[in-house]
């Protein structure tokens, strides 16, 4: 069996990790509603070199 120790270590981990995630999450929407960040900024459409068929289903 694992020991408590080592328990301890890994949820400290994990609790930090998330915790900072977390942040990193809120950081990003607070910056995307107040307009400083925009998540489509410079893309393009780029259209495909060739169209993509319809599957055909064989009865």
């Known amino acids: 069996m694992a020991d408590r120790k080592g328990l301890e270590v890994v949820g400290v981990t994990f609790g930090l990790v ?8 809120g ?8 307009g400083q960040l925009s998540l489509d900024a410079g893309s393009q459409i780029v259209r495909p070199l060739a ?4 599957p055909t289903v064989i009865r």
Not at 27 to 34: F, N, Q, S
């Open 18 to 25: 998330t915790a900072i995630v977390v942040m990193i999450g």
């Open 51 to 54: 169209s993509a068929r319809a």
């Open 27 to 34: 950081i990003v929407v607070k910056g995307h509603v107040d």
